[in-house]
């Protein structure tokens, strides 16, 4: 094997996956062997606007010519744009949460909003305890791995006494074992929950309007502040503009996001924070902050997003293209080794039977790149695909499926 100067992510470096890239299109990339791959998990959840979308290309060039590196205190007439135009997609068509009421602070990933929404949460509760699910990925830094519940939490790599997990969603449909973790850890010692609102790499796992009804009762009853890990579902990805909108009953204190934030094309991130969390840093020092704070650039290609995120035929074009995945669901669905088909928005996973064991390789040799896990293969398209560019894509999963 060829050596490289650089790590792998993930992988054991003596045989890692790795993927031969030449170039790209707005919805597939070509190897350097020439063959075409269908991108049909927006390279890891981010790119949900395609690989080579003009409108955010043109919106980094133009900061680009203007200024690209500025003071994270500085101010000008970009951030606060920006900003606003986050603040009215996350309220959505309801005010579910009076997001002008609270602030956003950026980041450059969603592990660094989740860090900052657990540093943030234990310094105004002066406690550490925080609640998380078994199947659940949260970042790649200490304290996001640390409220992770999947492989990726090692122990030497955590600060898992801090760390309680609750049940998954099905194993506690009432939250009664939830309630008795509470009491046992003892609510004067917890912070917060830290959750995602629908599980993104982890099987796109949907919890019930019950479960989350649930949470939101012991967040009230038990003075637990509520984190929503909006990283993967965020940004129209499940239907509606923020995963948590499919709940119109939840008052998250924090709310993470990243990937769709930039579509990918530039790495940024954000918490926001609702109006008791303002409040409490309007007496007392935010002990967060990082050179490339509010990056420029991060914040052109957000409101490029953003003015997206509001063009009608942008939404009209993601209800098409949902019709047409749930007319490959229900041929998949036959197939005797798929077991369960999970889906929301442009967000599935289609789970296969136990004697069955997928390969990352299969399915890219054959012309599509998915986000494969032993069981189960999950699809999170672009939200820009055309019809028939997306047609192509699924008629190529579909014979690799047959011919499994």
Same mark, same amino acid.
């Given at each position: 094997?060829?050596?490289?100067?650089?790590?792998?992510?993930?992988?054991?470096?003596?045989?890692?996956?790795?993927?031969?890239?030449?170039?790209?299109?707005?919805?597939?990339?070509?190897?350097?062997?020439?063959?075409?791959?269908?991108?049909?998990?927006?390279?890891?959840?981010?790119?949900?606007?395609?690989?080579?979308?003009?409108?955010?290309?043109?919106?980094?060039?133009?900061?680009?010519?203007?200024?690209?590196?500025?003071?994270?205190?500085?101010?000008?007439?970009?951030?606060?744009?920006?900003?606003?135009?986050?603040?009215?997609?996350?309220?959505?068509?309801?005010?579910?949460?009076?997001?002008?009421?609270?602030?956003?602070?950026?980041?450059?990933?969603?592990?660094?909003?989740?860090?900052?929404?657990?540093?943030?949460?234990?310094?105004?509760?002066?406690?550490?305890?925080?609640?998380?699910?078994?199947?659940?990925?949260?970042?790649?830094?200490?304290?996001?791995?640390?409220?992770?519940?999947?492989?990726?939490?090692?122990?030497?790599?955590?600060?898992?006494?801090?760390?309680?997990?609750?049940?998954?969603?099905?194993?506690?449909?009432?939250?009664?074992?939830?309630?008795?973790?509470?009491?046992?850890?003892?609510?004067?010692?917890?912070?917060?929950?830290?959750?995602?609102?629908?599980?993104?790499?982890?099987?796109?796992?949907?919890? +019930?309007?019950?479960?989350?009804?649930?949470?939101?009762?012991?967040?009230?009853?038990?003075?637990?502040?509520?984190?929503?890990?909006?990283?993967?579902?965020?940004?129209?990805?499940?239907?509606?503009?923020?995963?948590?909108?499919?709940?119109?009953?939840?008052?998250?204190?924090?709310?993470?996001?990243?990937?769709?934030?930039?579509?990918?094309?530039?790495?940024?991130?954000?918490?926001?924070?609702?109006?008791?969390?303002?409040?409490?840093?309007?007496?007392?020092?935010?002990?967060?902050?990082?050179?490339?704070?509010?990056?420029?650039?991060?914040?052109?290609?957000?409101?490029?997003?953003?003015?997206?995120?509001?063009?009608?035929?942008?939404?009209?074009?993601?209800?098409?293209?949902?019709?047409?995945?749930?007319?490959?669901?229900?041929?998949?669905?036959?197939?005797?080794?798929?077991?369960?088909?999970?889906?929301?928005?442009?967000?599935?996973?289609?789970?296969?039977?136990?004697?069955?064991?997928?390969?990352?390789?299969?399915?890219?040799?054959?012309?599509?790149?998915?986000?494969?896990? +032993?069981?189960?293969?999950?699809?999170?398209?672009?939200?820009?695909?055309?019809?028939?560019?997306?047609?192509?894509?699924?008629?190529?999963?579909?014979?690799?499926?047959?011919?499994?």
């Amino acid at each position: 094997m060829a050596d490289y100067p650089y790590f792998f992510t993930w992988a054991n470096q003596s045989s890692p996956t790795k993927i031969e890239f030449e170039s790209n299109e707005d919805h597939f990339f070509v190897l350097k062997n020439g063959h075409k791959v269908y991108d049909l998990s927006s390279i890891s959840f981010q790119a949900s606007f395609g690989l080579n979308n003009e409108k955010i290309k043109e919106a980094i060039k133009k900061q680009l010519d203007s200024f690209s590196v500025v003071s994270p205190k500085a101010i000008f007439p970009l951030k606060d744009q920006a900003t606003y135009k986050l603040l009215s997609h996350l309220d959505g068509y309801k005010r579910q949460i009076n997001a002008l009421d609270g602030k956003v602070f950026y980041t450059l990933s969603g592990a660094e909003s989740v860090e900052n929404a657990l540093k943030m949460a234990r310094q105004i509760k002066k406690k550490n305890v925080v609640l998380c699910r078994e199947r659940s990925y949260h970042g790649a830094s200490l304290g996001a791995l640390s409220v992770t519940g999947d492989w990726r939490n090692q122990p030497h790599q955590t600060v898992d006494e801090w760390t309680t997990r609750i049940p998954e969603p099905h194993n506690d449909p009432f939250l009664t074992q939830t309630e008795l973790i509470i009491k046992d850890v003892g609510p004067e010692n917890i912070a917060a929950f830290c959750l995602e609102t629908i599980t993104g790499g982890n099987g796109v796992i949907i919890p +019930p309007e019950s479960w989350w009804q649930g949470i939101q009762r012991l967040c009230d009853q038990y003075n637990i502040f509520l984190i929503l890990d909006e990283v993967i579902c965020g940004f129209q990805r499940t239907g509606r503009r923020f995963g948590f909108h499919n709940y119109p009953f939840l008052k998250p204190h924090f709310i993470c996001m990243s990937k769709g934030i930039t579509g990918g094309y530039i790495p940024f991130g954000a918490v926001w924070a609702n109006r008791d969390i303002v409040e409490f840093y309007n007496e007392n020092v935010l002990s967060c902050g990082l050179t490339s704070y509010a990056h420029p650039l991060g914040l052109a290609a957000m409101d490029a997003i953003c003015d997206i995120l509001a063009d009608g035929h942008f939404l009209e074009n993601i209800v098409n293209l949902k019709k047409m995945m749930k007319g490959y669901f229900l041929k998949w669905e036959e197939l005797p080794n798929v077991k369960e088909i999970r889906t929301i928005g442009l967000l599935a996973a289609i789970e296969f039977t136990s004697d069955v064991t997928l390969d990352f390789n299969y399915f890219l040799e054959r012309g599509v790149h998915l986000v494969v896990q +032993p069981q189960t293969l999950i699809l999170s398209p672009a939200l820009t695909f055309n019809k028939m560019d997306l047609q192509a894509a699924l008629e190529t999963l579909n014979k690799a499926l047959r011919e499994l």
